[in-house]
């Protein structure tokens, strides 16, 4: 069966450091990746998605960028952190595009102070 | 541009009653949508999805419609438990990117 790992589950940084939040996928080969954010009062909202190994669409422009480094592996981050980059955030995976069903992560909870 | 609302946001309800969550969309051109549960502080559990070709998924208690060309679909939970107490997301997916275009959910407390 697929399983989807993000760490770290809780995080809390001052403003101006830099962030890294991994995601990976077990038990599948070459999925769908994605990186959506979850901030109060603004709901769910797509970041970036990646269908290959060094392949990444940006949905919204921000102070946050992603890789995917390896097939298994999506990677979120930023030089210098803002206030406003708090919030919770979801990886998720699916088979491909189209009619495929997306699976979530456990989320990484940022806190930027 | 997609927009997808869900009406209540908050809905309380005593054990045992069954109970429909309501979702809304703007656009009728979707490839498929999918239904989400989420507890305080958790990822995202996928609970259905319909493919745009269909009219209705079941799963135990739960079953999910699509009505493509009013822009609806509901969620019906039968004989609710304390366990179904969580937020309840529905999500469209558009384009071809795979991107999900999200409601704000309904919390649902039993």
């Known amino acids: 069966s697929q399983t989807i790992h993000q760490w770290p589950a809780t995080l809390v940084q001052p403003v101006g450091s830099p962030l890294s939040l991994e995601c990976t996928v077990e038990g599948t080969s070459n999925p769908n990746l994605y990186w959506y954010r979850q901030a109060a009062g603004r709901g769910l909202q797509l970041l970036f998605y990646s269908v290959g190994i060094g392949q990444i669409s940006s949905e919204v422009p921000q102070n946050l960028s992603a890789s995917r480094p390896q097939d298994r592996q999506f990677i979120l981050s930023s030089k210098k952190l803002l206030l406003s980059d708090s919030g919770f955030y979801l990886c998720a995976w699916s088979y491909g595009t189209g009619m495929y069903e997306q699976y979530f992560g456990p989320g990484t909870r940022l806190t930027v102070t | 541009k997609q927009e997808v609302t869900q009406i209540p946001a908050a809905l309380s309800v005593p054990e045992g009653e069954n109970l429909v969550l309501n979702c809304s969309f703007t656009d009728s051109a979707i490839y498929n949508l999918q239904w989400f549960r989420q507890d305080p502080g958790k990822g995202l559990t996928s609970l259905l999805l319909?493919?745009?070709?269909?009219r209705e998924q079941t799963s135990g208690r739960l079953n999910a419609s699509l009505d493509k060309s009013s822009g609806r679909s509901t969620l019906y939970i039968a004989a609710s438990q304390p366990g179904d107490s969580a937020t309840y997301l529905c999500a469209v997916r558009s384009g071809n990117t795979g991107k999900l275009i999200f409601g704000q959910g309904t919390t649902l407390q039993v």
């Open positions: 319909i493919q745009s070709s269909q």
